[in-house]
């Protein structure tokens, strides 16, 4: 399991979200979060920005397997 399927799935249980969730909040299919969820499609670089600003989490922190020190927000509690 990759850094980014890893922190994709903290992530996910982070905020309570489904992967039919996560797709609706990125605008993306369901199939396609869960492929990237799986680990079988790769994120692009541009979309592992735009999801750690969707969920305020520090630039290239799907990138790397540091320790997470960002700020965190629950955006549906």
Not at 15 to 29: K, P, Q, T, W
């Amino acid at each position: 399991m990759t850094v980014q399927v890893e922190k994709l799935a903290a992530l996910l249980a982070e905020n309570a979200l489904s992967v039919e969730e996560f797709a609706n909040c990125m605008g993306i299919s369901v199939k396609q979060a869960g492929s990237l969820c799986k680990g079988t499609r790769v994120i692009s670089t541009s979309f592992a920005r735009q999801i750690e600003q969707t969920f305020s989490k520090p630039d290239r922190w799907l990138d790397n397997d540091l320790p997470d020190g960002g700020p965190h927000y629950d955006l549906f509690g």
